[in-house]
């Protein structure tokens, strides 16, 4: 199981950008499709997700700027960065949460090597 981020660039000041994330390989039970991210000398933070029932969580600086989505094929999960900021600059994970084969395995945490984001002034 493996997920592989793409999109990631720069952009300026009040930019957009779309980043996306494809999940591969078979897991049991998907928890959550997420988006992370984390910059220099910062924690790694929750940016957006979807749960298996469709619910949407965005963090407070995201709210009424990112927009996470799924594909309609295969396991993809998409996330349109607007109204952009030089405090948006930042790698972004993609990660899945699931039970990848017995439900007593318990979760596992699958990421992505990131993407990264630079936004200008």
């Known amino acids: 199981v493996q997920v592989v981020e793409s999109g990631g660039g720069s952009a300026q000041h009040g930019g957009s950008l779309r980043l996306s994330c494809e999940a591969l390989g078979e897991w049991r039970e998907m928890h959550h499709l997420a988006w992370y991210r984390q910059a220099p000398g910062k924690a790694r933070e929750l940016v957006a997700r979807?749960?298996?029932?469709?619910?949407?969580e965005y963090s407070e600086s995201a709210k009424g700027r990112f927009a996470v989505s799924f594909g309609t094929a295969g396991h993809m999960l998409f996330l349109q960065l607007n109204d952009l900021t030089t405090e948006d600059t930042a790698t972004y994970y993609c990660?899945?949460?699931?039970?990848?084969?017995?439900?007593?395995?318990?979760?596992?945490?699958?990421w992505g090597r990131g993407t990264q984001v630079t936004v200008s002034a």
């Open positions: 979807i749960d298996n029932r469709g619910v949407r």
């Open positions: 990660n899945l949460r699931a039970v990848i084969r017995a439900p007593g395995d318990g979760v596992t945490d699958v």
